[in-house]
């Protein structure tokens, strides 16, 4: 049965507030985007129950509404005429989200945009320097070889060179140019200078000077150091932005890029650099204080507080703190395994309430998401399932608080940050049993408690029985809660079919009787004539849901399927049905086929913020289309210059409607082989 977007819309600017507390809203392929003045007056409860919407969590100063593809903009046009708003830009939200943070938060959270983008470099540098490292110990030949030293050589660059990493990613987020940052990088690890590694063993009398109008400079490198390059980079980014305003266009080519750099040099190697590497230092020995103090007890208040950071949306200043402390001379990362008890324990507590629940809505929500928190990916189940029920946070606090305490007395250290949950064993391989120890009572902890001092409230326990919608009235059967998912109202493009599309070849006969669509006898009558096979609308390499690099595709919650890494930048589609919806930037589609089968095909992450810029459409919304045939090309090299992951997602939306629904094809797969089985 369609969804009716005015009332979903109407619901949820009932429970925000008021208009006066509404500052923007605009909307992605998949989520309605806000930015309200006080988020204590949202009726969070109310709004995660809203028909249409299949998760509500804040992220950065804006409230998100998980609604899906071909269903978000009907809901959004229709909430603008309910609030009587205007429509914003995805850019322009999070602009009225960052204006409304104070001063600490916006600092930490543009340390996260800048050490987010270069994880997948630490990451890989991380793993190779663990596998180099246990094999050399298992095989004492194989330490003293060539192999080794290569190998050895390869896995410590990105750590070598993590100051130009950090340059780069800063004047990107700082909005300058980024090879000017990549400059200042290199100056401040330059090989004329002393390696900051080698500076502990020697007395000050023994570090040259440059001595520049009586000022002294050390000649002294900053290799291992994140916060003063990204002081610098924001500083250099700050001139040059001047310079391009007061430079004559004819000269600005020359005099800007040249003053930048100079003066940027010059400040960071002789104020900056001294300056904040000291502050650096203390900030990195505090930590390890933390982690250490009392035999563990600061690491088991760190473990227990963990979850609020992430709530807090704070949680990527550690990433500071675990590249300084892998960045010291044989230094390991031992803020990791707080950070993995936390986040395991948080999925713990998320399953048990998936378990035990009888809302089918928390169990299809909080069941993906407690699988994805065990990769470490934990919004979906904090924002989804444990802060909306309180007591599973706590649980998984206390959880997270006893392994983070084991972790500290086990002395584990991980040679990367970025990685933590089970694929956490990559990068602590020389404490496998120890930190296999550490998940395992983390997990038990929280799940135990959890089950135990949980209970499901009779309003949500009576909810199963409408978790699917509110509109089937006839028959008194529950839609399942897949017919909500992201493009459960897609196929209707003209919002008046009341008609149940998986009735009967007319779709009179369960309108008529009112019988809804996920009632025993349409169920079956939809399962007979759905297509079986879902093929492969992209080129490229096949990658399980839970590894797309975005939280709410990995989660599950938008429908189950698989991420596709390209080789081609073209999408065709993967059976014969009818466009549902297509995004203003293009970049995601949503199909239906025979008796409302969904599916969202989504070129890249955050692609929505290219406006367009390398997409190319083939298609309109309600053609019918054969599979195969030729939807949307993008460009590849574009969307990984504009700094964007090329994943693309393949999600059966109302995957809740096929049991048997199975993933046939793993690794690299050509267009239109087969992908996803729908009935087992």
């Known amino acids: 049965m369609a969804m009716d977007y005015g009332r979903c819309a109407k619901e949820i600017y009932e429970n925000l507030g008021g208009r006066e507390n509404l500052v923007s809203a605009?909307?992605?392929?998949?989520?309605?985007?806000?930015?309200?003045?006080?988020?204590?007056?949202?009726?969070?409860?109310?709004?995660?129950?809203?028909?249409?919407?299949?998760?509500?969590?804040?992220?950065?100063?804006?409230?998100?509404?998980?609604?899906?593809?071909?269903?978000?903009?009907?809901?959004?046009?229709?909430?603008?005429?309910?609030?009587?708003?205007?429509?914003?830009?995805?850019?322009?939200?999070?602009?009225?989200?960052?204006?409304?943070?104070?001063?600490?938060?916006?600092?930490?959270?543009?340390?996260?945009?800048?050490?987010?983008?270069?994880?997948?470099?630490?990451?890989?540098?991380?793993?190779?320097?663990?596998?180099?490292?246990a094999l050399g110990k298992a095989i004492p030949a194989f330490a003293g070889s060539d192999w080794y030293g290569i190998l050895d050589m390869m896995a410590n660059t990105a750590f070598t060179f993590l100051p130009v990493l950090i340059a780069v990613s800063a004047a990107r987020v700082f909005g300058g140019n980024i090879f000017l940052g990549a400059v200042?990088?290199?100056?401040?690890?330059?090989?004329?200078?002393?390696?900051?590694?080698?500076?502990?063993?020697?007395?000050?009398?023994?570090?040259?000077?440059?001595?520049?109008?009586?000022?002294?400079?050390?000649?002294?490198?900053?290799?291992?150091?994140?916060?003063?390059?990204?002081?610098?980079?924001?500083?250099?980014?700050?001139?040059?932005?001047?310079l391009h305003q007061h430079v004559p266009e004819m000269i600005d080519l020359f005099v800007t890029p040249l003053c930048t750099v100079l003066l940027t040099a010059f400040l960071t190697l002789g104020l900056i650099g001294p300056v904040f590497s000291t502050a650096e230092s203390y900030v990195l020995d505090l930590a390890g204080w933390i982690i250490t103090v009392g035999h563990g007890i600061g690491a088991m208040i760190m473990g227990a507080l963990y979850p609020l950071t992430v709530v807090c949306g704070i949680h990527h200043m550690y990433n500071v703190i675990e590249a300084g402390m892998l960045s010291a001379e044989g230094g390991l990362n031992i803020w990791m395994p707080i950070a993995s008890a936390a986040n395991f324990a948080q999925g713990a507590a998320c399953l048990a309430v998936g378990l035990k629940a009888r809302n089918v809505k928390t169990k299809s929500v909080a069941i993906p998401s407690s699988m994805s928190a065990a990769l470490g990916i934990t919004e979906p189940a904090i924002f989804g399932v444990n802060l909306r029920f309180t007591k599973p946070l706590a649980c998984g606090m206390a959880g997270g608080a006893v392994g983070a305490l084991l972790g500290s007395m086990f002395h584990i250290g991980a040679t990367s940050y970025g990685v933590t949950g089970i694929p956490g064993f990559l990068i602590a391989m020389d404490y496998t049993l120890q930190y296999a120890i550490v998940l395992a009572v983390s997990f038990g902890i929280a799940f135990a408690l959890t089950w135990f001092t949980w209970k499901e409230e009779g309003e949500e326990g009576a909810a199963t029985e409408r978790s699917g919608g509110r509109a089937a009235q006839g028959s008194g059967k529950a839609e399942t809660a897949g017919a909500k998912g992201a493009a459960g109202a897609a196929g209707s493009k003209d919002d008046k079919s009341g008609k149940d599309r998986a009735a009967g070849e007319d779709g009179t006969g369960a309108d008529a009787a009112g019988t809804d669509a996920a009632g025993t006898d349409g169920t079956e009558a939809a399962m007979a004539a759905a297509p079986k096979m879902v093929f492969a609308p992209v080129k490229g390499k096949v990658i399980p849901r839970e590894e797309i690099p975005d939280e709410t595709f990995a989660s599950g919650i938008l429908g189950e399927g698989v991420g596709i890494e390209p080789a081609v930048g073209e999408v065709v589609a993967p059976f014969d049905g009818e466009i549902a919806s297509l995004t203003d930037t293009r970049h995601a589609i949503g199909m239906t086929g025979p008796h409302g089968v969904e599916i969202l095909i989504h070129v890249g992450i955050d692609t929505v913020n290219m406006k367009g810029d390398g997409f190319t459409l083939y298609v309109s919304q309600g053609e019918k289309v054969k599979a195969g045939q030729k939807l949307l090309t993008f460009d590849i090299d574009k969307i990984k210059a504009a700094g964007y992951s090329t994943v693309t997602a393949v999600l059966l939306a109302n995957s809740f409607n096929y049991p048997g629904l199975k993933v046939v094809k793993t690794g690299e797969t050509e267009e239109m082989e087969e992908l996803i089985a729908l009935e087992g």
């Open 26 to 133: 605009a909307h992605c392929a998949t989520r309605l985007r806000l930015v309200t003045v006080d988020n204590s007056k949202i009726d969070m409860k109310k709004l995660e129950n809203v028909e249409g919407v299949k998760g509500v969590f804040s992220n950065n100063g804006q409230l998100q509404l998980i609604i899906g593809t071909g269903t978000v903009n009907k809901v959004y046009d229709e909430f603008l005429k309910v609030s009587g708003m205007t429509a914003a830009t995805k850019e322009e939200v999070k602009a009225a989200a960052a204006a409304k943070q104070p001063v600490f938060k916006r600092m930490i959270k543009a340390l996260g945009d800048v050490s987010v983008p270069i994880l997948p470099a630490i990451v890989a540098s991380g793993l190779m320097m663990g596998l180099v490292e």
């Open 184 to 242: 200042i990088g290199m100056v401040m690890i330059h090989p004329n200078l002393i390696n900051a590694w080698s500076v502990g063993s020697m007395e000050a009398s023994q570090i040259p000077v440059w001595r520049l109008l009586g000022f002294p400079i050390r000649q002294v490198g900053y290799q291992g150091h994140v916060i003063p390059v990204v002081i610098a980079v924001w500083l250099m980014c700050r001139i040059e932005k001047w």
